[in-house]
């Protein structure tokens, strides 16, 4: 027997030499076995690197793309032509512009400062804002930004400042055009869409269907088709919201059903470590994160989703979510779980059919791919693993390939740790080179 030491070998104290051993037993009916495994396991220990362990690897080749010293940011897209813009919900950090286009690496606000400059920001308790006109015409707080197929902009305000209520008139679907960097239209989500406990989270587009175009020539008309939304609400109501997005009718399906809630008894883990919401004077509680992300088929007829509280992902019919007429629970026995995996923050997906999705769990980013050897018909396979990436968030595929990832910390909020803030700037936005093409239908 050996024992390591630094770079050296030597033998143990009171060790026998596999000869000797050999010896000692050869008198005996077990010595020809008890000998082939001793040089066995010496052999072995043998190959092992001198002064070193075994450790874990990283998987996959991330770019820095950007890096941010202000706010916290979430959502990552980017339009057909490469533009790169993000967003910074109004959660507690110090916010200016809650969207913003990457320029030359630095955050500038989109489409312009006036609309990001929401006046409730200024106020001492922004949560009970209530000037409706004002939530109406500015950015309250935004979740996510999503490139449709057509290359325009969408905003998703949640109107939940303090990842608290909604304020009247702050539930919005905003269209940018990206020629000319104006707003086009604002669709206002009522209460009855989008109530005082809603948070709209992440949005998906299909411009195929919905309420056909009239009038090409006339701007607003030109934007049509459907808009599914995630409502990831804890307090009310968890479940989607789907949008025309040419009349701007909204309706919900699949409210509180198993797929979109937090699996019964989850605790989140981060970086490997356990997540829970602990904030001053309040008891301690498991971080509970409903239904989330989101990320089309390549054909557009599937949706599929997960709960950021959960370890499956799940699919629905994009038509059983249409119709209008579809009862709650004709439209839920239409879901499928589609496979296990790593509790995800985020969903993207490519016209080859593979998802994507992070995993704050282990610092990485999972593809997830259609195979008939396996059961499921899916396999699961590891596409970056890397501690730099310090839960990753959003992504998105771009029309050249990159596949861009942000990288915000959230585990490491005040109100994750008693009102301390244990996040250490920058938050970053990643990009890996893929063999793939974003989905665009139209």
Known sequence: MERWSGEHVYPAENA??????????????????????????????????????TQDTPVGELETVATFYGPMLTGVTVSRTNRIFVNFPRWGDDVPFTVAEVVNGKAVAYPNAEVNDWPGRNVPDPTHYNDQKQNETHFVSVQSVVVAPDNVLWVLDTGSPML???????????????????????????????GPTSYLNDVRFDLRYGTPVIDKAYSLDR?????????????????FIIVDLRTGQAWRKLDNVASVSAEPGFL?????????KAEPGKPIKPGIFNNDSLAISADGSLLFY????????????????????????????????????????GLESDADGNIY??????????????????????????????????????????????????????????????????????????????????????
Request: charged share 15%; hydrophobic share 40%; proline share 9%.
């Open 164 to 194: 608290k209520n909604a304020v009247p008139g702050g539930p919005k679907l905003v269209a940018i055009d990206l020629a000319t960097n104006k707003i086009l239209k604002s669709i206002l989500l009522p209460p009855t869409i989008a």
């Open 268 to 276: 989140m883990f981060a970086n490997g470590r356990p997540l829970y």
């Open 223 to 239: 934007l049509h088709g459907i808009a599914y939304i995630t409502d990831s609400s804890e307090k009310g109501p968890t479940g």
């Open 357 to 442: 999705a992070t995993a704050a769990p282990s610092s990485s980013i999972a593809r997830i791919s259609p195979n008939p050897a396996f059961a499921s018909g899916y396999v699961v396979e590891t596409l970056v693993h890397d501690p730099r990436l310090l839960w990753p968030d959003t992504m998105s595929l771009s029309d050249d390939g990159y596949l861009y990832v942000t990288a915000n910390q959230l585990y490491n909020q005040p109100s994750m740790h008693n009102g301390q803030d244990l996040r250490v700037k920058p938050y970053v936005l990643f990009r890996i080179k893929l063999a793939a093409k974003p989905i665009r239908l139209q």
């Open 16 to 53: 026998l030499s596999p000869a000797c051993i050999q010896t000692r037993m050869s008198r005996t009916h077990l010595a020809p076995f008890l000998l082939t495994a001793l040089v066995a396991s010496t052999s072995l220990f043998a190959q092992a690197p001198a002064g070193r362990l």
């Open 306 to 345: 997960c709960p950021v509280s959960a370890t499956k992902l799940y699919s629905v019919p994009t038509a059983a979510l249409r119709d209008r007429s579809l009862s709650a629970t004709a439209t839920n026995a239409q879901v499928k779980m589609v496979t296990g995996k790593e509790s995800s923050d």
